[in-house]
């Protein structure tokens, strides 16, 4: 159902039929338009964005708009997560960031993907290692957003069009999200085309609240951050002294900095093993493919050796041929004389 009272509305306090806080987080390749997304979602200037393939964003940041049914959205933007050039300390500290910035929970996931990049092995990569570390149940909260609706607007193309020869791990990945994709043209000025393709984001993202029971996703590496907020709330809720609230809020930060230590160390391992496990299927699927080039290889040589053969043949058949000609007009000529 399409979400009315949204086209006339300055501020961009969007529609929609749930109450309390929806919390999106954008992932995707540098240079991809994570950031002009969030902004064009938030319908404000609030992440920085330039179109550059180095990463401008260089740490998770949240900002939030509130819709006019009385929901909060909370948009997470996060720097280039699974480029291949991130150490592995930063990405460990960087999720555990995202993670503690989603403690309520993410209602949905936006890999970002660009019209204008082709859909690389990198991106293919990045998929598996969110699957990976977050497990298969992450792609029930997948949306996949393609930028540059601009670029298909000049080349008359539809979203459709693009998609039609797309990759094939493209293709899967769609087939996982039950084909959950939309278009943003995050140069667009019209408030109607930006109301219309933030009406649709939000359209799939109450699709996916509505089929996971109204549940965010949430595993262990969640559990500490959403333990520590009801801890907060309890110490605002509990009828304590100014005194005690600042000595039970300093115990909570020592034990804070204790936890996040210990979810960070926990993140890392997890990255570990994930980057093991796909360095060993890429190495194994590099190894069949090194096989397979040189069994064509081998085919490739074996049939050159038969062609040739055959050539070969073929010639000498030809010169036999010839050679009776001659033979045959010799003969006539003495039988005519």
């Not at 000595?247 to 990255?271: P, R």
Request: glycine share 6%; proline share 2%.
């Amino acid at each position: 159902m399409a979400r009315s009272g949204i086209d006339e509305v300055d501020d961009w306090e969007l529609a929609g039929p749930t109450t309390g806080v929806t919390t999106l987080v954008l992932v995707g390749r540098t240079g991809n338009g994570k950031s002009a997304t969030g902004n064009s979602i938030l319908g404000r200037r609030a992440f920085k964005s330039r179109s550059r393939s180095s990463a401008v964003t260089l740490t998770s940041e949240l900002q939030q708009v509130q819709m006019n049914d009385g929901r909060i959205l909370n948009v997470i933007d996060t720097p280039g997560l699974f480029d291949p050039a991130v150490h592995p300390d930063f990405l460990g500290k960087e999720i555990v960031k995202c993670i503690d910035l989603a403690k309520h929970g993410v209602h949905g996931v936006l890999f970002v993907l660009s019209v204008r990049n082709r859909f690389t092995a990198e991106e293919a990569a990045a998929l598996e290692s969110l699957q990976m570390l977050f497990g298969d149940k992450i792609l029930d909260y997948m949306v996949v957003i393609f930028t540059g609706g601009d670029e298909l607007e000049e080349n008359q193309e539809t979203l459709e069009d693009y998609l039609h020869d797309s990759p094939l791990e493209l293709q899967e990945l769609l087939r996982q999200c039950d084909n959950r994709k939309v278009l943003f043209n995050n140069k667009a000025t019209s408030k109607t085309v930006l109301a219309k393709q933030v009406n649709e984001l939000l359209e799939q993202t109450d699709i996916i609240i509505s089929q996971n029971g109204g549940h965010p996703y949430s595993n262990e590496l969640f559990r500490e951050a959403q333990e520590r907020l009801s801890r907060q709330e309890d110490i605002d809720s509990g009828g304590y002294s100014k005194e005690e609230i600042q000595h039970l809020k300093k115990q909570m930060e020592n034990a804070y900095a204790a936890q996040l230590k210990q979810l960070t160390e926990m993140v890392e391992e997890k990255l570990r093993i994930t980057t093991e496990k796909l360095e060993q299927r890429l190495s194994s699927e590099q190894a069949a493919r090194e096989q397979a080039e040189k069994r064509a290889q081998k085919e490739q040589e074996e049939a050159g050796v038969k062609i040739c053969m055959l050539l070969e043949k073929l010639q000498k058949a030809e010169e036999e041929t010839e050679n009776l000609k001659k033979q045959m007009g010799s003969g006539n000529k003495c039988v005519i004389l």
